[in-house]
């Protein structure tokens, strides 16, 4: 097979491949510096606990409208965003941990969100209509990851220093006089915005998957954060791209195929990236010994 | 996954429910629970007055992926009767019935028809679910959606009225009597579907649905049904199958595509839009309406069915 046909021909020939590639370059460039964030701030899981704590949200918005899909995300963001703020404000104001926060509210949440599925009687599965596969993304979900997007780069340029400054000592932006609180609150704004996206968009295992796994990978890349940020857009549109073609040349259902590649991303990351690596750690180069 | 751990965390809570709280149901009439809508409107058609009903899985809900609840196992423990499709269809019944404590018959209603094995074509996302389901769910075998042909449908009543019968002898020849009458509804209703999508040229009656859930009702009336997710509404599918869809469809100029009640619709409308196609409307497949919708009961649901697909066709 010519590189041509295997690499750009599906795109070319196919609208539903474009909008999937277009949709994973907006998510991974939202996603790319607030997991990079998340991972600095120990807050890898968050993104696994929120996506269970929009389940009541979602529920009740069926019960008001029925299946429509914007009155779904719509109580699905809110409920999401409430778990974050009240683990957030919990997580300041007393000694409690953030984690700890997060799993106390986000398992109040879901317990809600099966009560009102339950009681309802008639049951779809809201979870998975409501998150669809990243091969049915239309205008509308498309619209929304891009605006989505691009406001979390706008807002992560004015309070990204001083969320940075904040993960590494909170003391000091206290001491100068810097809103930490604040901040932190609307950090966890967007990671619910960025996540909701992308839960609507491509469904709920792609859009944790495509937030964290680059994030991870990133660190054994660089050392900054901005680079970090880089980094972790790069391979998480590059796991995209990958898995959108590996779903079309081996018919694999597309959402674990790109998680895959970025998992793929991750474990060479791990064995062989410049820092910290197993490779470097294990297998020392020559020339620096001399 | 997510939705996994969820419904065997309800399984459990089932079992703790059972039996805590007092029978509601008349004492006289035999309790029979069904799984599912459509099979329930059957049962109920053939049973009458005779029976208490409880259908687990209400209007325009999914079986497929149905979580069950304390209420549906306190439901199972006091039946006296419980009516399944089979063929895998409820892939939680099993454990459901065995966590109830119900120790009565479990009468399949699809016994005897001539199941449709599942399409190589969408084994991928079969393997999925399966893995997914563990060893007590057979979906990806046999296609379950067998009352989508009223042939079919005419035997699960046969089966219905037996099962009644059975479990209630006081009342058999009017189980019987029931079934009789409903089967020539059935007949009658198989000959006027016949009739209209006859009128449609052979070569020009190839629908897509979101689900593979009309295999039978093609069989049976000569419709070429296609799908992009298969058969289990709960399988996600890749790229190369909705990019062979893609162009089979234009090859074969399909015109036409619909909707089910029960699954999101993006993924439909996206093939439309690329296919140069139109969304036809909506079909219910696995589920019926509320009282107040197009398709509240089984005859109603091929009526409106048929007529939808008949009005695309000739617009």
Not at chain 2, 62 to 85: C, F, M
Not at chain 2, 255 to 274: C, K, M, S
Request: a neutral charge; charged letters at 15%.
């Amino acid at each position: 097979m010519d590189p041509y046909a295997a690499l750009i021909q599906p795109f070319v020939e196919f609208g539903f491949m474009r909008r999937a590639l277009v949709a994973c370059l907006a998510l991974s460039l939202g996603c790319g510096p607030v997991g990079v964030l998340l991972v600095l701030r120990r807050m890898s899981l968050v993104g696994d606990a929120l996506s269970h704590a929009v389940l009541p949200g979602a529920a009740i918005g069926f019960m008001i409208a029925g299946l429509s899909l914007v009155v779904m995300s719509v109580g699905g963001f809110l409920a999401g965003l409430a778990v974050a703020v009240l683990s957030g404000l919990v997580a300041r104001v007393t000694p409690q941990r953030e984690d700890a926060s997060f799993a106390a509210f986000y398992l109040i949440s879901l317990a809600f969100g099966v009560l009102i599925v339950s009681t309802r009687g008639s049951n779809v599965d809201l979870m998975h209509v409501l998150f669809g596969t990243i091969l049915a993304v239309d205008d509308a979900s498309l619209l929304l990851v891009v605006s989505i997007a691009t406001l979390t780069m706008m807002v992560m340029a004015v309070i990204g220093r001083g969320l940075i400054v904040e993960c590494f000592d909170p003391g000091f932006l206290r001491a100068v006089g810097g809103p930490g609180a604040i901040l932190h609150l609307a950090f966890l704004v967007l990671v619910v915005m960025n996540l909701v996206a992308g839960f609507h968009a491509l469904g709920t295992l792609m859009a944790v998957g495509m937030m964290m796994l680059p994030a991870a990978a990133a660190r054994f890349w660089a050392g900054q954060v901005a680079p970090l940020a880089a980094t972790s857009s790069a391979i998480a549109f590059a796991a995209g791209y990958g898995g959108l073609l590996l779903s079309y040349h081996a018919s694999l259902p597309s959402g674990p195929a790109i998680i895959l590649v970025a998992g793929g991303a991750y474990i060479v990351s791990v064995s062989a990236g410049p820092r910290g690596s197993l490779l470097t750690r294990f297998l020392p180069r020559r020339h620096l010994e001399a | 996954m997510y939705s996994l751990s969820r419904r065997s965390f309800l399984a459990s809570l089932a079992m703790f429910a059972v039996a805590t709280t007092s029978p509601t149901w008349a004492a006289d009439k035999l309790k029979v629970v069904t799984t599912f809508t459509i099979l329930g409107d059957m049962v109920r058609n053939v049973g009458g007055e005779h029976i208490a009903l409880t259908t687990l899985v209400g209007p325009d809900g999914d079986a497929h992926v149905y979580e069950p609840t304390p209420a549906d196992a306190r439901a199972l423990a006091q039946a006296g009767l419980v009516i399944v499709n089979g063929l895998g269809f409820e892939g939680w019944i099993d454990r459901l019935v065995k966590a109830s404590g119900y120790k009565g018959r479990v009468a399949v209603a699809s016994d005897g028809i001539a199941p449709l094995k599942a399409q190589d074509d969408h084994g991928h996302s079969h393997s999925k679910t399966h893995a997914e389901k563990g060893k007590d769910h057979h979906h990806g075998e046999l296609d379950p959606h067998a009352w989508q042909d009223l042939a079919n449908g005419r035997l699960y009543v046969a089966n219905i009225a037996r099962a009644l019968a059975a479990a209630d002898p006081a009342h058999a020849d009017d189980y019987r009597g029931r079934a009789e009458a409903y089967d020539r509804e059935l007949v009658a209703l198989d000959r006027d579907i016949r009739r209209r999508l006859d009128a449609i040229p052979a070569d020009r009656r190839r629908i897509v649905t979101s689900h593979d859930a009309f295999r039978y009702f093609g069989r049976a009336y000569g419709v070429r049904f296609r799908s992009p997710v298969g058969l289990s509404t709960e399988s996600e599918p890749s790229a190369k199958q909705i990019a062979a869809l893609i162009r089979q469809l234009k090859k074969e100029k399909t015109r036409v595509l619909f909707v089910e009640n029960i699954t999101d619709p993006r993924l439909v409308q996206q093939l439309a839009r690329e296919a140069g196609a139109v969304i036809g409307g909506t079909l219910f497949s696995d589920s019926l309406s509320g009282p107040t919708g197009p398709a509240p009961t089984y005859l109603d649901m091929f009526r409106h069915n048929v007529s939808e697909i008949a009005k695309a066709f000739t617009s």
